[in-house]
């Protein structure tokens, strides 16, 4: 859509074409330039797992995660479902994240009317990135030659907790405005 | 205080290892099986970016981009946004793949250490693809109506995109 759309726009406007080639060539170049940090970052994660590191982490979570979700955390599986799509997403574990949430909403989407608002902060909690290390886009920015590719950390961790507040009290109001 | 982060990777690595070791795993296997899968999501990605790069690129040589930017950086001005970064918010909540290839574009040109690319990196890094992640969870679950799903994530999204801008002219600007 974007493709056709620009083409519109450039030949409207007498551009040079050529950008497209130079695209295609920079897209090689990127996933080539990110491929090592991914691919460690990648075995780092899976070393993780094996560690159960995650386990633990979910354990860990199961408490304040019973608080938000009240009505389907009195379904244990449903709270396992939960802790470990949270943790998932905390360590950047993305493959592993998504079955456990979808199996956290299905189990909610079973509960039926009750649960509906928990499926919908579920959701909300998966949309706001909660990231504990930013990996793909440090390997993106030491490709292009960052100092330390990781000194966005802290910045990515304020700005996502924000957005997470915000994601969390827009569904505390939005929740009492619905039918 | 961001220097400490230098050596994020580098001590988080040597600590899962010993970890590792400590609980009798075979370190030097999973790690190859794990970036054995990076490959495999690196494959996943490189069609899609192929695909999108080019309309990227196409889009920013047009008047369009330029005119876009234009118009909206009073705006953007006004709230702390740098005014460069404007297709990585509207592209964000729809492709992930497609705001990545935004900002690595964006760190390309002006630097991965400089005010935009730095602001560019912490908006990819602090958000999600939201309505790609409704989208699989509301039809994973079979449920039709997302309620207040939409409202709160895009809420979420538009202060993640505040606040990192804000944090980098803190931090860095």
């Known amino acids: 859509m974007l493709f056709i759309f620009s083409t519109l726009a450039l030949a409207a406007s007498g551009g040079s074409g050529d950008a497209v080639f130079r695209g295609a060539e920079q897209a090689v170049e990127f996933c080539i330039g990110i491929a090592g940090g991914i691919c460690l970052w990648s075995g780092v994660m899976e070393l993780t797992e094996q560690c159960g590191l995650a386990r633990a982490l979910g354990r860990l979570l199961k408490k304040p995660l019973s608080r938000l979700f009240p009505a389907s955390c009195r379904d244990e599986q449903i709270l396992s479902a939960l802790s470990q799509n949270i943790s998932a997403n905390l360590l950047g574990l993305g493959n592993a994240a998504t079955p456990a949430g979808i199996r956290a909403a299905q189990g909610m989407a079973a509960l039926g009317s009750r649960a509906q608002d928990e499926l919908c902060m579920l959701v909300v909690l998966n949309t706001a990135s909660i990231q504990l290390i930013p990996s793909t886009i440090a390997a993106v920015r030491s490709s292009y030659g960052a100092a330390s590719a990781f000194d966005i950390t802290a910045a990515v961790w304020i700005s996502s907790f924000i957005s997470l507040a915000v994601g969390l009290a827009a569904a505390h109001i939005l929740k009492r405005l619905w039918p | ?173």
């Open chain 2, 1 to 173: 205080m961001s220097n400490a982060f230098s050596l994020t990777a580098p001590i988080l690595i040597s600590a899962l290892c010993l970890y590792g070791l400590f609980r009798g795993v075979d370190i030097y296997a999973a790690l190859c099986r794990g970036a054995a899968k990076g490959l495999e999501v690196i494959r996943d990605m490189l069609p899609a970016l192929i695909c999108l790069f080019p309309a990227l690129w196409l889009f920013r040589e047009t008047v369009l981009a330029s005119l876009l930017t234009e118009l909206l950086s009073p705006v953007f001005d006004s709230m702390g946004i740098p005014p460069e970064t404007g297709l990585i918010m509207l592209l964000r909540p729809l492709s992930g793949s497609a705001a990545l290839s935004e900002a690595s574009s964006l760190i390309a040109q002006y630097g991965a250490d400089s005010l935009i690319g730095r602001t560019a990196a912490v908006m990819i890094g602090s958000s999600e693809t939201s309505f790609y992640v409704i989208a699989v969870y509301f039809s994973a679950a079979g449920v039709k109506n997302s309620r207040w799903a939409v409202p709160a994530a895009l809420a979420a999204d538009m202060a993640c995109f505040l606040s990192s801008a804000w944090v980098c002219r803190i931090m860095w600007g």
